[in-house]
């Protein structure tokens, strides 16, 4: 369809041609137009663990979202919200994150990449906070103070793990000992999950790569290979982060491809 599509624009100069990046990329490498690869961008993470499912509908705020690889190297961090689904995370920070990390995902193994939330991230003085409830309020259950700190949604997830770690939750605050105090507050600021992989194409905002733009003109947007065929739009291998910018590009290119063909077309007629 699109070569059959191409052949009468190519008579005629301009005929508007919307595809998918997977089917303009392949409509691009017929012609010998270079491309660049194709990676969901601005989508969800799945996660390994099947926790989740007592998690879903969740939503975080003023937290620090990171991600990291299996030696602790950390590749991005990004304060805002955190949803969680059945399976995955979503929201504002882990869309930004998977903006840049979703070609290294899909390039690696399953579970080489975690992400990491700080959910006291966005209080500095949360440590000395806690520590100082825990000598003032040290009659009461350390389970009670840890309470007062989270979603309600979330506590149990949160025990758990604290359990897991060795961490004794039936006692006094004052009788909580320095290491699991220690534990206690590792946790409000590194509560992980692995990364299995991020959502496919249909669940992406946009996509990563595409046509490549050293193969375009910047003035016209035609291709500098196949005069009379320009490409604007998600198709090529710009994109950004969430707030505008993707329609933005959108709007630029395409006014600029449709500009540049309309005058080459005018000109072909005089």
Known sequence: MIQKAYSCYRRSFLIPLPVLPETATRFAKELSIPVTKLYPSLVKMEVLKRIFFSLSGLKLKHIVASVEDEKGK???????????????????????????????????????????????GEMEDFDSSFLAECEMRGKESIKDLIKEKLPKQLFPTFLKRLEKEGVTL????????????????????????????????????????????RALSKKTMEVKSVPGLYFAGEVIDVDAYTGGYNMQIAFSTGYLAGKSAGESLALQLL
């Open 74 to 120: 950390v590749y991005g961090k990004k304060k805002g919200e955190l949803y969680f689904q059945k399976d995955s995370v979503f929201g504002p920070t882990v869309l930004s994150l998977s903006a840049e990390l979703s070609p290294a995902i899909h390039e690696s193994p399953m579970g080489s990449f975690t992400i990491v939330i700080d959910l006291k």
């Open 170 to 213: 039936e006692k006094k605050a004052s009788e909580c000992k320095k290491e699991e105090r220690k534990k206690i507050l590792k946790l409000f600021h590194r509560f992980s999950f692995t990364i299995a992989a991020t959502g496919d194409y249909k669940e992406a905002i946009v996509t990563i790569g595409g046509i490549d733009t």
